[in-house]
């Protein structure tokens, strides 16, 4: 589940539109250990979860407390006209505090006893290769395609396994082109969890102009669906301190071979969703309203492809209003403490409404959803970088649209630390 993806298109047009230089990347490596890189990011997590009016013989309340920690180790490139490097991921996730009646979280992978384990590991690596300005990567890595995104909501993220290739060849472009074979869950230590067989993804970025950029991508993945995905971001500047962005994404899903996704009356998918947003700033303040539509059989499907594989505006904490034939609305505000004097200091709040979702029971589903976000990152100090952030989520829906859930009142405290070794 995700929230807004302009910062994602944003690094993409960064990192089109920093080939500025007549040498390649690959011409100015400095060489493997001299370019490497080593980074430790803490992760401190209370996730808390009250189903409110569900009924007595379900649980009616999950809560669990974890601390995660996050290694990756980026090598430099060799020097030559074909640079090798490797990449190194290493994760570790600690139960502080849970119980069998309160399991459930998606933090912890749970046992056969219905209890979270009290620990449990992952890891991976991968060998690059770069030539010019163009980098193959094989092995485990973290996605950001709009057509497969690997999810970090949780205590430690989701690991892809496969292939991509990345190229910045021409100024403004990027290209992605990849083959994945698995996915490794947030909870889980198991490669082929989500049970991916094969994912062939292709597409790219490209930015007309500092303010105006494109994307568009295609993918297939075997036995559940082939997509497309496009967009349209535009910013508008109007003085130093005011400016308007519209942001348009547009998915198209069909049911691919033995089409193990299904719509909830058992059609095959064949739909569209998309999602027009716009937000204006003035100083401090950022003022956002959106509209998302599904049309066609089925709901936008995704998770097998990645669990941040919906860059669609309404989706956001708890529901994605992606469901058959919905419509939803959205209104935020955001504010950025920095102009009173109190840098690092952030606030957001939302409210998403949907209505006609064609789900089991009814074809008028309605469902609200209201999110409030606080966060505070140190600037200096020892300690700088290290953030605060408490996310609070109210959801409600007389129709069960989210799977099932017609009341939803969620918590999460975090503290993250991320640390630069090398």
């Known amino acids: 589940m995700r ?21 390649s990347s ?9 370019d490497s890189k080593l980074n430790v990011k803490t992760r401190m997590l209370y996730f808390s979860r009250d189903f ?8 009616s309340r999950v809560e669990e407390t974890g601390l995660g920690f996050l ?22 996730g600690l139960k502080l505090d849970s119980g069998k009646g309160r399991a459930g979280t998606g933090l912890f992978p749970t046992g056969s006893d219905g209890r979270s384990q009290d620990d449990y590991s992952k890891g991976g690596g991968a060998v690059k290769f770069r030539v010019s300005d163009t980098v193959l990567k094989v092995g485990d890595q973290f996605t950001a395609l709009p057509v497969f995104a690997t999810d970090d909501s949780r205590l430690l ?3 892809a396994q496969g292939a991509l290739i990345t190229s910045n060849e021409i100024k403004g472009l990027t290209l992605h082109a990849g083959r994945f074979t698995s996915l490794t869950a947030q909870a ?8 991916l067989k094969e994912a062939d993804v292709v597409g790219g970025t490209y930015a007309f102009t500092d303010s105006l950029s494109t994307s568009l991508y295609y993918s297939k993945v075997e036995d559940y669906w082939r997509k497309y995905y496009a967009n349209i971001n535009w910013a508008l500047p109007i003085s130093d301190k005011q400016g308007l962005v519209f942001d348009f994404n547009i998915y198209d899903t069909k049911s691919d071979g033995a089409a193990l996704y299904k719509a909830f009356d058992g059609d095959k998918l064949d739909n569209r969703a998309f999602s027009l947003s716009g937000a204006y700033n003035i100083g401090a303040h950022t003022f956002t309203v959106a509209y998302q539509k599904v049309t066609g059989d089925g709901d936008y499907g995704y998770g097998v492809d990645g669990g941040g594989t919906i860059f669609l505006a309404n989706s956001i904490a ?9 419509k939803s609305w959205q209104a935020r505000y955001d504010l950025n403490f920095a102009e009173y004097g109190i840098p690092g200091l952030t606030f957001m709040t939302r409210y998403v409404r949907g209505t006609g979702a064609n789900v089991a029971g009814t074809d008028n589903g309605k469902e609200w959803e209201r999110d409030v976000d606080i966060k505070y990152v140190l600037q200096e100090g020892p300690a700088k970088d290290l953030s605060f952030r408490v996310r609070q989520a109210t959801y409600r829906s007389s129709d069960g649209v989210y799977y099932g859930s017609s009341s939803i009142d969620e918590l999460r405290l975090i503290v993250e630390y991320p640390l630069s070794i090398l």
């Open 3 to 23: 929230v807004m993806k302009w910062s994602m298109i944003a690094l993409a047009v960064a990192a089109g539109t920093s080939q500025l230089a007549i040498a």
């Open 26 to 34: 690959q011409d100015e490596s400095k060489g493997f250990i001299e």
């Open 52 to 59: 409110r009016n569900n009924p007595h013989d379900e649980k």
């Open 71 to 92: 290694g990756t180790y980026e090598s430099g490139f060799t020097q030559g006209t074909v640079g090798v490097g490797i990449d190194a991921i290493g994760m570790l």
């Open 157 to 159: 993220p989701e690991i």
């Open 188 to 195: 889980e230590t198991n490669r082929d969890s989500l049970h």
């Open 318 to 326: 708890r529901s994605d209003f992606n469901a058959e034939d919905e």
